[in-house]
């Protein structure tokens, strides 16, 4: 199976404008996480996505959003970007159903670097 | 709230000896704990999942312990190797399961 993919890998973008990242899942998986890496906060969860459907958020303002399309494939937006936005954006995406055991394969992140 | 602590500083050790990382936490009592190895600029690989009540769990040169009691996780690989150099991270579930906490995670050199 094809892992998963993330796009674009690199993007550079100025302050106060905004950006939308792509995660495309592995066959048959249906639950899509997306998480932000920076040196100083570590991997941070941002919200996951089942079904078409938000399941879980982490603590992150409302500037940063998702959606996730029938055939599984995810996106998020930041608007608004601020410098404390640049990081490394992962997807990762598992089975999904009624727990978390289930292995999440992460994608090769997106970096995000903000002017 | 719950919390993951791993050791910041980056571990050195020598070709062929046992490196041991280590995981703590507070405040919550998992179902289980993930191992992850991160290379740079590349997302986290799964590598072991140990469920609370297996206190031990090993994958080739990989060993994983899980002491409930002392609320902490040991990963240890064996005859370590350059290719083992990496940060690994330990991961839980938060309270419900829904969500994967990840610790800060600790970076393993290996010297020839």
């Known amino acids: 199976k094809a892992g998963v993919t993330q796009t674009p890998r690199y993007l550079i973008k100025t302050r106060g404008q905004q950006v939308t990242l792509s995660c495309s899942p592995i066959?048959?998986?249906?639950?899509v996480s997306w998480y932000q890496q920076t040196p100083g906060q570590g991997l941070q969860f941002l919200f996951e996505y089942f079904s078409e459907t938000q399941r879980n958020k982490g603590n992150f303002p409302g500037r940063f959003s998702g959606r996730q399309f029938s055939n599984s494939r995810s996106e998020m937006n930041v608007s608004t970007l601020e410098l404390g936005d640049s990081a490394l954006y992962l997807c990762?995406?598992?089975?999904?159903?009624?727990?978390?055991?289930?292995?999440?394969?992460f994608g090769p992140g997106t970096r995000l670097t903000v002017l | 709230s719950q919390k993951i602590e791993q050791n910041s500083e980056a571990l050195n050790i020598q070709e062929g000896k046992t490196a041991t990382l280590t995981c703590n936490y507070t405040n919550y009592s998992p179902a289980y704990l993930q191992w992850y190895r991160q290379d740079p600029g590349r997302g986290p690989v799964f590598l072991l999942l140990?469920?609370?009540?297996?206190k031990e769990k090993r994958k080739e040169r990989l060993k994983v312990t899980f002491d409930t009691t002392l609320k902490q996780s040991l990963f240890h690989i064996t005859a370590s190797q350059p290719a083992d150099s990496a940060t690994y991270l330990c991961?839980?579930?938060?309270?419900?399961?829904?969500?994967?906490?990840f610790g800060a995670g600790t970076r393993l050199f290996v010297k020839a």
């Open positions: 066959s048959g998986h249906r639950s």
């Open positions: 140990i469920r609370e009540n297996e």
């Open positions: 991961a839980l579930p938060n309270t419900g399961g829904f969500k994967t906490i």
């Open positions: 990762a995406t598992r089975e999904g159903g009624t727990t978390s055991t289930d292995t999440q394969y």
